[in-house]
Structure formats: structure tokens, C-alpha cells
């Protein structure tokens, strides 16, 4: 009975531990490149077991491949401004996703430009389908959720770049909110107002122009799962969008075991107790 008691007690100290995790915080941002419209300047390669991003940096000196995650992604959602109309709300359209966590970025009216020259080389999990122009969407305000009720803890990954203007991106519950890291400088000549919102562009900028990766990471345990659901939003003070660039978003998570898992560790449990009793 002393070693079932034992075996028991030290499960239920692991699983207390668990609990004590945070909900969302900045992992890390990094400039991948100091281009924003050059074609093959980024490449987002997301092949199964090897994901990664990388890009050429100032002085064409290379940067990465950083690995996204374990090297293979759950979800992923990429957009371009293909068919929006720039005087209107709208959405986003999307070319390229798998999973249903991340909605359909969407954008106010008057903060999208018609050009689509932003570009990132974007490769799927298959290794063999890639998409090289028109990847990503103009625009200075794009905002949706992240559902991630389905995961333990993961990581979310933003592709975002900037010609010149205050460029950033923010991810938050009903809790907090998280900024990543920013790109670009103040333009004079904008009347962005940053007034009463958390974004801080007071910090380091990662460069003046280019393509940057932000990512998060967040653990739904730490609160029970009382906010898996996250907001996002790309924002830029280039009002209009025309220096603004959102291409992408990247979820890599741990899935929470099926109902088949915790059946089998309960009957692994269940097992080693009859062995326990057997040996007395």
C-alpha cells in the first residue's frame, strides 16, 4: 500500500506543477531580411520535419534557417490583397492554410493598398508546392483570432515587414496584451495615434525597413483554458498600407492527448496497480 500511496502522491506534485505556467508572453523577433518586396529575399519553408525561416540580411549576409517549432507546424493561414477592395472593409484573401484555428485576417476601410508587391517564398509541408509572388497583403491595420482550445502550449509565428513606418504586431486574451518586436521609424507625415493602446515603439527597432519574424508562445494550463482564444493584430502607422506588408501566420502546438491516450494511461495505472498488489 506505502508504494501505490507514493506512486500516487508523485503524480499529483507533477501535475500541480503544470498549473503554475503562463498564458501568452514574447518569444522572440527577428529581421529576416532588409528587403520587403525582393522576391526569394525571405524563404518560409514549412516542410514537414524541417520547418524554417530564412532570409538575406544587410550586406546580403544570410540569416537562419531558424526552425519553427519542432520542424513541424500544426496550422498555418497566408494571405495577399488579391481581389480586396481598398475602399472597404473586408478580409484578407487567403492562398494557403491548413487547420481551422486562425480566422480570416480582416481590415477597416481606407488602410489597404491595390499594389500586391509584397513578396516572401512560401513552401508548404509537402515540400513540393511553393508559392514565390503575391504573397502577402498591403495593409496597415489586420486583425483576427487564434483559436488554440486544441493545444496544451505552443508557439505562434507572424511574418510581417515594413518599407519605412512603424510596423509591429500584437497578440493578447482577455487578460493581457503581448507586443512583438518592431520595424521601421516614426513618419512625420502620419497621423497614427498609439495613444491608450499598448503598442511601444519606444524600444530597439530590428531595422528601418525589411521582413521580420515575432513569435509567442502561450500555455493554455496555466488558466484552465479559461482564454484560448487570442486576439492578433498587424498594425503599421503608414495609414493608407502602401509601406505596409502582412504575409502570414504559423501555429505550432501540442495537441491535448485524445480520449484513446488518456484511456490507455489510465489503463497503464490501472496495471501497475494489480502488479503492486501481486508483489505484497
Known amino acids: 500500500m506505502k508504494k501505490e500511496i507514493l506512486f500516487i502522491t508523485s503524480f499529483t506534485l507533477l501535475s500541480a506543477s503544470v498549473v503554475t505556467a503562463a498564458d501568452i508572453a514574447h518569444g522572440s523577433s527577428l529581421r529576416l531580411s532588409d528587403q520587403q518586396n525582393l522576391a526569394g529575399s525571405v524563404i518560409i519553408d514549412l516542410t514537414a520535419g524541417s520547418a524554417s525561416a530564412s532570409g538575406t540580411n544587410v550586406n546580403s549576409s544570410t540569416v537562419g534557417p531558424i526552425t519553427l517549432g519542432d520542424g513541424t507546424v500544426s496550422e498555418y493561414k497566408f494571405f495577399n490583397g488579391i481581389g480586396v477592395t481598398t475602399t472597404a472593409s473586408g478580409s484578407a484573401n487567403v492562398y494557403a492554410s491548413a487547420g481551422s484555428s486562425i480566422s480570416t485576417p480582416t481590415f477597416p476601410a481606407d488602410t489597404v493598398s491595390s499594389s500586391t508587391l509584397a513578396q516572401v517564398d512560401l513552401t508548404l509541408p509537402d515540400g513540393t508546392t511553393n508559392f514565390d509572388t503575391n504573397t502577402g497583403i498591403r495593409a496597415s491595420d489586420l486583425s483576427g483570432t487564434i483559436n488554440t482550445a486544441g493545444y496544451n502550449s505552443g508557439t ?54 525589411g521582413t521580420a519574424i515575432t513569435s509567442f508562445t502561450f500555455d493554455n494550463v496555466g488558466d484552465s483554458f479559461a482564454d484560448a482564444t487570442f486576439d492578433f493584430r498587424f498594425i503599421n502607422t503608414d495609414l493608407d498600407g502602401s509601406r ?37
Open 156 to 209: 505562434i509565428y507572424f511574418i510581417f515587414a515594413t518599407a519605412a513606418d512603424y510596423a509591429q504586431v500584437q497578440l493578447g486574451d482577455s487578460n493581457q496584451e503581448v507586443v512583438g518586436g518592431f520595424l521601421g521609424a516614426e513618419d512625420t507625415g502620419d497621423a497614427f495615434d498609439t495613444t491608450g493602446t499598448s503598442y511601444d515603439f519606444s524600444g530597439t527597432s530590428l531595422g528601418a525597413s
Open 244 to 280: 505596409a506588408r502582412a504575409f502570414g501566420i504559423i501555429v505550432d502546438g501540442v495537441a491535448i492527448p485524445e480520449s484513446s491516450s488518456y484511456s490507455l494511461i489510465a489503463s497503464a495505472f490501472a496495471l501497475g496497480a494489480v502488479l503492486l498488489r501481486r508483489r505484497k
